[in-house]
């Protein structure tokens, strides 16, 4: 069968501090689209990294006595670990640093010296080392003598010095044509009538280069000035496919990217700036820019300063790497805010997990060894009950790809456990334990409920991989080998199967 390719990103964090919850959150969602593309047959390219020049590290830098780039490597070696420790599948990880993107970054100036979308300026304004980002006058409210950016919150400062700008307010007409024929760039469509508003009220041209500091790649034949931060770390999505070599392999395959999953923090540089640039660089703009919404703690965006954090890697420790993701996923709505506490989060573990998914496992698999010994066939024999099941599960399944596809994972999620919910009903209604006489129905009744099982196993399969895996070894299902074909209503398993023992799967919380 022939393959898409698919390629998706994370932002790639700032190593400025420990990763947190909201680094988690963004790579788990990117995370869990990669595999369900996998699993449905794509070719698959999913990249992570670090994000490591400017002002804002240099600065951590210099706090922590050390040099920017001794810094970077310690603490993006923290991010990479992260990548274990949330059981990620990126293909690959890049550092800003690394000389692929060096040359990659110069490339991409190049191609805006040439076509004439880069001047030198002077500029005047204000700018947040902690956003990276440059404020309009009235972007900015006064709080006791200090100036903060209304649209994030942070302090800035005023800058001027000489500077290259990028002729972004020429740009307003071609990216709102964008906009307009590429009607799913960015998702949810709250996100993108925010972007096009924002475009159609006008563009400045934008500062592309600072002189003020040194911690970042230079501006090719003129070491005076380094490239604004953004600018450089946005490219980091064509480095990592070999640009500027456009022949590559990886580049030819992956690039325009699928999708770019970020926080809505950070939308106006991905679903602005960055198709800009490229469309100023004769390069095609990715297909779409997912913002996602942010954690919270009490209505509070979650923040070492406000000190409301829940660190992930306390958590995972505490329940497990399934049940954080499996929360996460699950509470944070399409692209909305979600409220996080440890409350719901044993509350969540409790009644999907180990109620619903994990409990149905474990009853069937052992009723199956107790039994059955482990062997189940199927007849012919299908009753009104198993029919109805086969068909609310067809239902349900229906809409699951296109749910992924646009990227509305929660209604995904609460569908899959619906099936698993019913499942359970099913069994209760059905009580194969009353069966012992009626061997043919019992083993029928174990039967579907093992190809149920199987079926929600491999949906929730991108989103709590350790658990899934388990329950598919123990039915003999090779992942790999088994495409999503039962979404359009197949079965997965043969008539006659014989299981391996399943272990618990989710401890419930007390
Ligand atoms: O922005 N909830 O890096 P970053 C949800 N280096 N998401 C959150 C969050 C929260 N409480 N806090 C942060 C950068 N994030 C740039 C990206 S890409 C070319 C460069 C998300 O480490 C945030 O929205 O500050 C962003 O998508 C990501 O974490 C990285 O944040």
New binding site residues.
Partial sequence: MSQNNFYI????????GDP????A??SILADVFARFKRNDNNNVFFLTG??EHGLKIQTAATKNGLDPLMYCDKISLIFKDLTTKLNLSNDDFIRTTEKRHHKSVSDLWDRLVRSGDIYLSKYKGWYSVS??AYYNSDEIIEKNGKKFSTFSGSQVEWVEEESFFFKLSSWQKKLLEFYDNNSKFILPISRRNEVVNFVKSGLNDLSVSRTSFTWGIKVPNNDKHVIY??LD??T??LSALNFPDTNDRLYKRFWPASL???????LR??AVY?PAFLLAAKIKPPSRVFG?????SGDE???KSKGNILDPLEIIKKYGIDELRYYLMKE?SHGS??NISLKSLENCINSDLANNYGNLCQRIFSFVKNNCNNKVIKTKNISAADKKLIEQTKTLTKDLRDLMNNQNLNNYIKSVINISFLTNKYINDEEPWKLKNNKEKMSNILHLSLEQIAKISILLNPIIPKATTKVLESLKINLKLTNMSFLDGKDLLSKEIVVKDLNILFKKIN
């Avoid at 947190?20 to 680094?23: A, D, E, I, Y």
């Avoid at 996602?292 to 919270?296: D, F, Q, S, T």
Wanted: without cysteine; negative net charge.
């Fill in positions: 990103t994370t932002p790639i964090y700032y190593p400025s947190h919850m909201g680094h959150y963004s670090t994000d956003d990276e931060v953004w770390a946005l980091n999505y770019h999953v970020i926080g809505k923090d950070i540089f991905h960055w996602h919404g942010w954690i919270l965006k979650m923040s944070v805010d979600g």
